[in-house]
């Protein structure tokens, strides 16, 4: 059998051009000889569309998506993700406006369609629903239930979506135990570090236990603040890898069962990797807004250096600007490597100077401004230069926030937090370092080397008013990332007050985190919206 | 018998404090006879703790809580909300470790715990868990199953938590068939306009045709985005409410079961509630969060003296600083509004001209700022003054902003929606002027009567860029509270070039919504956390 695998990049909530892509792939299977062609999770309508589904009309609007795609199926199979409704027993006299408004007399599911000449073969529901980190599909959708394979070309397939493939004694063992000989997973996981090789880990372990082939479809192309990475591939029943699709790439791209060799399962370097991934998540998510250019404050520090090397090679060099806004605590340093950087990336480059601005703010507050009040002064007045010029140009700002800083609150709200997204803000300072140096010669080396300083007051230093980054780190990934409380941490001997000043920084914050831009996820636990904490909190530890 | 309501304010997190004060309140209610005291749902940890459930150690010290609550139960019935844990078949071998750190391996349950004499008389799990509209329950908990009645006092009692009442032939409906003669529902039910109706509508129902009294005990207390109303109360199992405990306080209130009479049901007038909802909220997040003092930048229009005198009522006028901060298009009138709002509320009031910063950054822009470039340029020099000056005085500031304005986007995002808590955002502009004549004199007359304008160019008038109110907020409420589409409005006769310009704006400032200080809650769907959209989205209806 000869399979296609439509590695859609879906625009959320943009059903109707989803659906003539899936519709243009199937025509494409078609000439390229494909017996089925197999599309991810909620391809129709993207991932995820969230409180999306409860307008009125958008059900509808995915059914009648669905409907063209069993159209186009004749002469080969089709299996896509799309959703479906069961109206419930309706609580009318139940008198919560808000519940009913929000969905809760409909069952709605998270379905596989599966069509052949225009005809439906079979459907399946997802049943492990997740509602963890940044899902939240317990909110909309109701679980599936029951177990079924379906017969296909002289194979028995057994289809399940996503989470469902991940359950231990779940729907694959089930399906495997119906007699499927191959199951097709149909995804929307989105990217972080080291998730590939955890998906074909998985894969080869449930392939291999329960001696049955694995076809994994997977979205690809940044929504917001997910980046899903495609790198969709197929398994043996004896757990090897036949197939692997390019990451980061919308396609299709065919596999003949028959006729694949077990191949080598490669992992990809990690810093390749987040340059990828942030790469199509800038891409994706200036160009699915409807813009073309960016702007970047350009510090002569690393990581708006890090930021604009990024846009460059996403939007390409002519689509990126970088204005240098210095003060009187600028360093001629400061000025020189903003400018080295622009020039090596090839992108434009202007001098704004704020003093004058920023004396007269001075003068006018009725109290002199001092210490940290000054030094919030400068970069809003930076913010509100590149906000200005962001209008006047049509382009998205880029913030250049790192997880260090916005963990601890090392930047000023409105401020340099300004901008439509923040690229780095899941990546600690030692990673954004390292990604640094991935460019080579395109960032220069006094960047990378010098000791970073916001430069709001004369001789400041990062380390002046943080832990070194070596140790910031560590602690931050296993408090974030971790949960760990402070009385483990204790335990394992840290300091007493480097965890206390930690901890209180990391809760103060809440408050400013919940104002800043999307940041690109690339760990398992970013900031965001997959990371819930009330603003308003007494706890401590 | 004799219940005491401990209708608490708890605090979210500061598990320690709040069980001293529910202790405190046992005392108390000992000492008035009580033979049963009933506290609110989760009411050791607040409402919601959201992702600090997964936090090491943050259930253990619930459960330490519970034990002290227990311990203080000697002669007297207490029942409390808390949670508790069981721990599942650990899928160690899942690889999917950021589940695992959401506590993806143990069952958390939102549990009602009943205790008398040090002893534990039963434990009753929430078995209908929300997640519609700002609710994450099935992100943390696992249903609970089966059904109790507890005998008490010579009584049976059927407990349940606060979802669980409102389904038809759900819980309570179980219970009253077990034989139960009282209903004690643990709530946590956050206010909005008309819900204390809702709640006693529902109340008569469900005690009239199951034949039991129903005693609702729910929290107080402003956390975040939503304000818990408290309005306790207990209905007989005719339908008839025997008690209401006061709304928006903390408070032991005691009702005598055998000796009370039926009361009429009042509802409260609808300003008064709002306003009654909005004070609170104000004067908790600014407590809880540790401040005393809040700064607001008064513009001599209606939005920005409605939130002074909020914010006058609920901390004092002594902790409210206003400053008002002209250029060149702010009108004499403007001057002497603000003013005015500030001598008549008893606020400090200082004036900050920014027309020389305004023309310093015009200056130095590379091309001069026209249109909406300059308009926007004056609220970002407005928000960096705002925030200097709070961080000057130790106070927090307060964003201005309202429903009809925040959906069209019709504010500077870092401008004048810099802030820690927009109190009106769930306010439509004509619920904002209704509010302010109920503040009578408070508020000088021409600031009611004067056209709308955000002064930021010559002549401007908020009805030169937006619809009138009159014509805008209906259409805004069912839009985003009814979800009605553009399909649904143009068939109701609504103007299609109207539609197409409220859902492209409605749509083109989701990105701004989302960067925005939470807003006070007091509709069945506010902008923030009860409503997810995408920000990158094609959906057009």
Tied chains: 1, 2.
Excluded at 22 to 36: M, R, S
Excluded at 157 to 173: A, S
Excluded at 300 to 329: K, Q
Excluded at 504 to 530: C, D, H, M, T, W
Aim: charged share 25%; proline share 5%; hydrophobic share 40%.
């Amino acid at each position: 059998m000869r399979v296609g695998i439509g590695q859609i990049n879906a625009h959320v909530g943009a059903i109707e051009a989803n659906t003539t892509r899936i519709v243009e792939i199937i025509e494409e299977a078609k000439a390229a000889g494909c017996d089925l062609i197999v599309f991810p999770e909620l391809a129709v309508c993207g991932y995820s569309p969230y409180d999306l589904f409860w307008r009125d009309g958008f059900i509808d609007a995915c059914q009648q998506a669905i409907a063209r795609i069993r159209d186009a199926s004749s002469g080969v199979g089709v299996i896509v993700g799309g959703i479906d409704t069961r109206s419930r027993h309706d609580p009318a006299n139940r008198d919560n406006t808000s519940s009913l408004s929000d969905g809760a007399s409909i069952d709605l599911f998270n379905r596989a369609y599966f069509f052949e000449d225009g005809q439906l073969l079979g459907t399946v529901d997802k049943q492990h629903l997740p509602a963890y980190d940044i899902y939240r599909e317990k909110r909309y959708f109701t679980p599936g239930e029951g177990t079924a394979v379906h017969d296909f070309g002289g194979m028995t397939l057994g289809i399940n979506i996503c989470e469902d493939l991940w359950i231990d004694d779940g729907p694959t063992d089930l399906q495997a135990s119906l007699g499927a000989e191959w199951i097709i997973n149909l995804s929307a996981s989105p990217y972080y570090l080291r998730k590939p090789g955890i998906r074909t880990k998985l894969a080869a372990r449930r392939t291999k236990e329960n001696g049955v082939g694995l076809i994994y479809v997977n979205l690809v192309g940044g929504q917001d603040e997910v980046v899903f990475d495609g790198g969709s591939f197929a398994f043996d029943s004896k757990g090897r890898q036949l197939f692997s699709a390019p990451r980061f790439r919308e396609g299709l791209y065919v596999i003949d069962l028959a006729h694949s060799a077990p191949q080598r399962t490669s992992h990809p370097s990690e810093i390749e990797d987040i340059r990828e991934a942030l790469e199509l998540g800038i891409r994706d998510y200036v160009g699915k807004n409807g813009f073309e250019r960016v702007l970047i404050g350009l510090s002569g520090g690393i990581d708006s250096a890090v930021v604009a090397a990024l846009a460059s090679e996403a939007l390409g060099s002519d689509n990126v600007r970088c204005i240098y806004m210095p003060t009187e605590f600028s360093s001629t340093e400061s000025g020189e490597d903003a400018k080295a950087t622009a020039e090596r990336l090839g992108v434009s480059f202007q001098i704004v100077d704020v003093s004058d601005p920023l004396e007269s703010l001075r003068t006018i507050l009725p109290k002199r401004p001092s210490g940290l009040v000054d030094e919030n002064l400068q970069p809003r007045l930076r913010g509100t230069i590149l906000m200005a010029l962001a209008n006047q140009d049509n382009a998205l700002v880029l913030c250049p926030g790192n997880k260090s800083e916005i963990a601890m609150g090392y930047n000023t709200l409105y401020g340099d937090t300004v901008g439509a997204l923040a690229p780095i803000a899941d990546l600690y300072k030692h990673q954004v370092i390292a990604l640094a140096k991935s460019y080579g010669d395109l960032i220069p080396t006094r960047v990378l080397t010098k000791p970073p300083s916001a430069e709001l007051r004369p001789h400041q230093r990062d380390d002046d008013d943080l832990p070194a980054y070596e140790i910031l780190d560590p602690l931050l990934k296993r408090i974030v990332e971790g949960n760990a409380s402070k009385a483990r941490l204790l335990e394992d001997g840290v300091d007493a007050a480097l965890l206390d000043d930690i901890f209180r920084r990391l809760r103060q914050n809440e408050y400013k985190r919940a104002q800043l831009p999307p940041g690109i996820k690339i760990s398992p636990k970013s900031f965001g919206n997959g990371r819930w904490f009330p603003l308003t909190n007494g706890y401590l530890d």
